[in-house]
Structures are given as C-alpha cells and as structure tokens.
C-alpha cells in the first residue's frame, strides 16, 4: 500500500484545512485508513481512523467535533477536514494503514510522507 498526503500549509488560529491522502494498492478495502500526527517533541498520535466503507471512525478526544475524516472511494482517497484550528494542531500530519482499528500509532504497517500543518498566529 502506498500513501501520498496532500494539503498541509499555513493557517491561522480558528481557519480550516483540507488534507488528502491518495492511496494506491491492492485490496484497499482491507483496511483501515487513519491520520496520525507528531508535534515537535512529542509522540506520535492518532487524530483519526476510519474503515474503508466508512461505517465505523473513531476520534481522539482533542480533536472530536473539529476534525472530520471522510473517503471518496472511487478516487481511493482519505480526507481530514481540519476546522476551528489552534495552536496544538501544529503538527507533522501523516496518512497510515493497517488492518486492525487501534488507537495506537504503532499498530499501523503503511506510512505516507507526512505535510506539515503550521499554526501562523
């Protein structure tokens, strides 16, 4: 599986972004799509997940009701709507794939190259 995230900038405090995620490989509906990001010094951490149909994401609790993930299966891209943004969301965001829903970071196999969400307050 091979990821490629798009859409990551410069956004000030309470803006909104749209980050993308093209996926590419065999059997997608295997899995499970999430977006993961690392702030400077600190660890990695799942923002959030969705099965490829959709029926079940789960959130972390920071970001619940600002952030939404979303799929266009026919493009077989992932999306991460970022609204109501501040400071704390300034972070490497990376697209990851795995088989299994876990909250933990580690339990996903499929990285992307991560973009850069910049709080410019």
């Known amino acids: 599986v091979e990821l490629v995230e798009s859409g990551g900038g410069l956004v000030q405090a309470g803006g909104s972004l749209r980050l993308s995620c093209a996926a590419s490989g065999r059997m997608l509906s295997r899995y499970i799509l999430t977006w993961v990001r690392q702030a400077p010094g600190k660890e990695r951490e799942l923002v959030a997940a969705?099965?490829?149909?959709?029926?079940?994401?789960d959130y972390a609790d920071s970001v619940k009701g600002r952030f939404t993930i979303s799929r266009d299966n026919a493009k077989n891209t992932v999306y991460l709507q970022l609204n109501s943004l501040n400071r704390q969301d300034t972070a490497v965001y990376y697209c990851?794939?795995?088989?299994?829903?876990?909250?933990?970071?580690?339990?996903?196999?499929?990285w992307g190259q991560g973009t850069q969400v910049t709080d410019s307050s």
């Open positions: 990851a794939a795995g088989v299994a829903m876990s909250r933990a970071a580690g339990g996903y196999n499929y």
């Open positions: 969705s099965v490829w149909s959709g029926a079940r994401t």
